[in-house]
């Protein structure tokens, strides 16, 4: 009977989709926790295991980004707030992806680069470069992108001799999401109309280039050659004030936005992906209600629906976490979900 040593895994970021991650990889005995970078000041020399609420690990929280680099490790589940959030592109994602590929880390970021291509080749390259130097691997992954807005399409489309259009929407509550970073500063909610539309800009050109590498990569596997990536989105008023766990909604206020991305083939949509956000969903009658559909226009058409995800932000970390394994194993360069089994891994399975 052979030995696997357990991979080790650092953690960079500790937020909503981080702390699920975290203990992921605390509760799984194939996983060894080797770090944890965090940004809050008060986290900084927790112990991590005291940080999820799970027994002492010994591994103490840092925000020395230059401790973490030095760290030996199989894998970095890098899952920060995106660069956009603080008003600047992708570059400052791209140095630190870059600098923990190059130390001869893994990596696996929900920042997007599930198909960086869409940043053009000078990004390309750097990033195969950092990926050459360290021997190692980059994935972009999550929920959406990284599975509902890309492996389940492609994994249906196997099913249709002809595609005529693909549809993707989600449709998420953020009343019980705990974070008025992500709540109010980025996504825009409690926010006046005028107040609105100047602290959107940053999560608008994020939206634009992680949907537009999501609709590329399904386009790009299936053969067809996008003119360009369309995008729009909207926003409803609240008509009463009501309060969700980042704060209060008052009437006036922005409770619910709508965005749409369409990669156009001659003035025609080929894949559509919608995305509905809404304070409280049973405030917002409007557009659909809160789950994911799934619609494949061709020979034969296929629609799918899931009603239900009851902790979408942990599908997202998990979905991550069962994917290290195969990045760790996988040849050094950027790999996007073409390039890895459609199911990665899995999560610990607890009978009854």
Partial sequence: MTFTPPLRVVQW????????ALRGILSRPEFELAGVLVYDPDKVGLDAGTLVGLPPTEVVCTDDVDEIIATPADCVLHMPLPASYYGGDNSTDVETICALLASGKNVITTTGFVYPWMYGLAVVDRLQDACATGGTSLHGTGINPGFISDILPLALSGLSSRLDHIFVRES???????????????????RTPKDYATAIRP???FQRSLFAESVQLVSSALGVALDEIEESDEFELATEEFEIAAGVVRPGTVCASRWTFAGLVRGRPFMTVECIYKADSSKVDRWAAPGFAIHLEGQPSISVAIDEMSHGLAGAAAHAVNSIAAVVSAPPGIRTALDLPLATGRGTVKLA
Avoid: C, E, K
């Fill in 13 to 20: 970021a500790t937020g909503a989709v981080g702390g699920y």
């Fill in 203 to 205: 999560f608008r050109a």
């Fill in 172 to 190: 998420s509550d953020y009343r019980g999401h705990p974070s008025r970073q992500i709540v109010a500063d980025l996504i825009g909610f409690t």
